[in-house]
């Protein structure tokens, strides 16, 4: 009589659980459906991080937003001793200031411009690190790397526009100097690849797996929002610490669009570059498509009302603009310095910013050569 009053409550209690279970999802699924809410599985936020900072890929403002999340957290950055870490030579855990006088201390956060070398970054940030880098459609960062390197690499010197070098490509390439890799599958390069092993054979696909096994995450500039998202559900940060503005762009004067004749010959002559972007837009979509496109869009819209939010605080306007230092006497406009033939657009603030407000708000626009100043500073 026992065993059967027993096994009947047994039973009840079993509903109850799988009713109030349901009741549960179903909420859930109303308020996915009716407020945007995306339920996530909990998680730890990421406290290693290990970003290749591609050229010419959006690259800054990702570093931006690393450095302010480092820097507000209190996490410990692995900086370079002048402005990047021995680009262009490999990667070395020695290229970080003060790790050969201290081996065993612990790095969070390494970021600035490198020559990816997996087996030394894991030396500086450990092997649980997660490590990330962005690209961009080759044909645009091969017309910026013209105009903002033109003075540093020796296959553009004496070249007025993008459209020369590529009629001329064999012979100016031929000319000798350093820096000329910038000139020829650069995100190929700076992913650690061999830039000038051909674009056919095994290599390129044992190369392009490597990198894959290599990247948890690879970001693409076209798309920058939806991959912020992403990158916020990989680091398990707020959405709040995905907000920036896009630094170190250029004025559109400054633009050398190629002819649409001579695309083809450029991308046969960084036809690495080409096999990297596109094996890696195919894995970004897939990845996309796993996350949900209407939980995507939903984020997306939330990401942008959160900046902004934040540029109706801190911006006179919203649009980066470009004036010449030299003829602007207010201190509220902060931008990078012109580099090569770039001019570089910078923000003008507000006039009434205080305190923590006025300080969040120059964070977000820093130029990346004063953030790593501050940071140095900072570390000592």
């Not at 409550?9 to 279970?21: D, E, N, R, W, Y």
């Not at 990047?84 to 970080?96: C, E, I, K």
């Not at 012979?171 to 599958?185: P, V």
């Amino acid at each position: 009589m026992f065993g059967r009053w027993k096994a009947r409550t047994c039973k009840i209690f079993l509903v109850l659980m799988v009713a109030s279970c349901l009741t549960f999802v179903a909420r859930l699924v109303y308020l996915s459906t009716v407020n945007g809410f995306s339920p996530e599985v909990p998680c730890t936020p990421r406290k290693h991080v290990a970003f290749m900072k591609t050229h010419k890929t959006a690259s800054s403002t990702v570093l931006n937003l690393l450095y302010r999340y480092g820097d507000a957290k209190n996490l410990t950055f692995a900086l370079p001793f002048s402005d990047h870490l021995g680009y262009p030579d490999l990667f070395r855990a020695t290229f970080v200031k003060d790790f050969t006088k201290n081996p065993g201390k612990e790095y969070n956060i390494i970021c600035n411009h490198m020559r990816f070398n997996l087996p030394e970054v894991k030396k500086v940030t450990g092997n649980e690190s997660f490590i990330f880098t962005i690209l961009r459609n080759p044909d645009s960062v091969a017309e910026s790397a013209f105009i903002y390197c033109h003075n540093d690499v020796p296959a553009f010197r004496g070249l007025k526009t993008l459209t020369e070098f590529v009629r001329n490509l064999e012979k100016e390439f031929k000319l000798k100097g350093s820096n000329n890799h910038l000139a020829h599958n650069v995100l190929w390069f700076d992913l650690g690849g061999d830039a000038e092993a051909g674009a056919e054979g095994p290599h390129v696909d044992q190369t392009l797996k490597r990198f894959d096994s290599t990247f948890h995450l690879v970001l693409l500039a076209e798309y920058f929002d939806q991959s912020l998202v992403l990158l916020r559900e990989a680091l398990c940060w707020d959405m709040e610490d995905m907000v920036s503005f896009q630094l170190n762009a250029r004025d559109p004067s400054s633009r050398s669009p190629l002819p649409p004749d001579l695309l083809s010959t450029l991308q046969r002559w960084n036809a690495l570059d080409w096999h990297l972007y596109r094996y890696f837009n195919m894995s970004f979509w897939q990845r996309l498509e796993r996350y949900g496109v209407d939980r995507m869009e939903r984020d997306v819209k939330h990401l942008r009302h959160l900046r902004q939010k934040i540029q109706d605080v801190c911006l006179q306007s919203s649009t980066p603009v470009f004036k010449e230092k030299s003829k602007i006497k207010n201190p509220s406009y902060i931008k990078s310095a012109n580099y090569g033939w770039a001019k570089i657009t910078g923000y003008l603030l507000k006039d009434n910013l205080t305190g923590q407000t006025e300080e969040m708000c120059i964070r977000m626009v820093l130029p990346e050569d004063m953030y790593l100043n501050r940071l140095q500073r900072k570390q000592g």
